[in-house]
């Protein structure tokens, strides 16, 4: 068998969900052995007893500090020891994609410890309604950093995720993934990088993205709590927006704007009288988004962001397009901030706390740039913003 056929018969897709064994059970240590067998598993990592260390220290905090706080721990583990043999204490977790099994807490000792550093910033009840909640992503680009935000904070239990593109090499200045994933699933991609900070993790992966024939199971199937639109096509966004409104949840979206975010909160939760968009778009339908030209998308989404929100070089980007470059840039600090301000925006909204409602524009280069505000730049800036009015009759 020469080499192209060898790469041929190994271009084999895994699974993307991981399974989890506890080896008390006679049932789970039989899969085990056979997964050893077959040499489907060739690394394991066993950090248990550090874990229980972890545990044990948050546990009992006031013991810490304490001169002999490794020797109670001693007697602790050996205690567990004596229960059983460790290696059947907790769970065993397979990554297929990886043949890798990990030796972890039970899930309640297991999100005490990955959120024990979140405490008191996000106290105990914040942190519970964050991850008892179910939220919707709709597109895994900007997506995916909201969604690792979410996750790595402690928050979606339960996830939606939805988009049909798979990742390319385009993809990874603004995705945090790697070349190892190139013609993966964007969805299956962003799945494995949450299971494998949080294994417990319940996702549920929409890989036809998000249509007119699956968005009623993606809102209700169950009812999500949220829903987060990282979504390119303005017509499903008016979608997602009608449904919303209809299931009373809020809508957060954030956008790339150059080294910048612009963030829209759309509170249907709290007012299904809202119009989509915040009424940016007037009274447009979703025939109308849905038959637009490229030059048509490209007015929208400029009325939609505002031309005078949008920062120059993007300006000058937009207007390139299918010239010299062949689709809108964006950079991965840029979809980092939309993913840090949209989870912080999440949390808060599932805690009923405050925050805003409408649009919030993050302009890092006002805060750093200290001649951003200077006379000249903010003429110029506005010279091009009303040049960009006029391309497209704004």
């Not at 990592?45 to 546990?59: C, R, S, V």
């Not at 979410?150 to 070349?179: C, E, H, P, S, W």
């Not at 949080?198 to 809102?219: A, H, M, R, S, V």
Request: hydrophobic share 40%.
């Amino acid at each position: 068998m020469n080499i192209e056929e060898q790469l041929k018969k190994i271009n084999i897709e895994f699974d993307s969900h991981p399974a989890i064994f506890d080896l008390g059970n006679e049932k789970d240590q039989k899969i085990v052995a056979e997964l050893f067998d077959q040499k489907k598993i060739l690394s394991v990592m066993d950090d248990y007893k550090e874990q229980l260390h972890e545990l044990f220290a948050i546990k009992n905090p006031t013991l810490v500090y304490a001169p002999d706080f490794e020797k109670k721990f001693d007697e602790y583990y050996s205690t567990i020891e004596k229960e059983k043999s460790i290696q059947l204490h907790g769970k065993w977790v397979y990554f297929p994609w990886l043949f890798n099994l990990v030796h972890i807490l039970d899930k309640e000792d297991f999100l005490s410890v990955r959120t024990a550093r979140n405490r008191y910033l996000i106290d105990p009840e914040e942190q519970s309604k964050f991850y008892n909640t179910t939220i919707g992503i709709a597109g895994l680009s900007v997506g995916n950093s909201v969604a690792l935000a979410i996750v790595m904070q402690g928050g979606g239990g339960r996830l939606k995720l939805a988009d049909f593109d798979r990742f390319a090499l385009t993809n990874t200045n603004r995705i945090r993934a790697g070349i190892e994933n190139l013609g993966l699933r964007k969805v299956e991609m962003a799945a494995r990088q949450i299971y494998c900070i949080n294994p417990y993790t319940e996702i549920d992966l929409f890989y036809e993205g998000l249509t007119d024939q699956n968005i009623e199971k993606f809102f209700g199937d169950p009812k999500l709590d949220i829903v987060i639109d990282e979504l390119d096509s303005m017509a499903i966004k008016l979608r997602i927006r009608e449904y919303a409104k209809k299931y009373k949840i809020a809508v957060a979206m954030g956008a790339d704007n150059g080294d910048n975010a612009i963030i829209d909160i759309e509170r249907y939760d709290l007012d299904s009288n809202i119009k989509p968009f915040q009424g940016r778009l007037g009274d447009i339908t979703y025939d109308e988004l849905n038959n637009l030209d490229k030059f048509g998308v490209g007015k929208t989404i400029t009325k939609f962001l505002g031309p005078e929100n949008i920062t120059e070089r993007m300006l000058y980007s937009l207007s390139e397009m299918g010239k010299s470059i062949v689709s809108w840039p964006q950079l991965g600090g840029a979809a980092l901030l939309n993913g840090i301000a949209v989870a912080y925006c999440v949390r808060k909204i599932l805690n009923k706390q405050s925050v805003i409602d409408n649009r919030s524009l993050m302009i890092v280069d006002e805060l750093l740039d200290p001649d951003y505000n200077s006379e000249e730049n903010k003429k110029r800036r506005a010279e091009k913003s009303d040049k960009f009015k006029q391309m497209f009759n704004l």
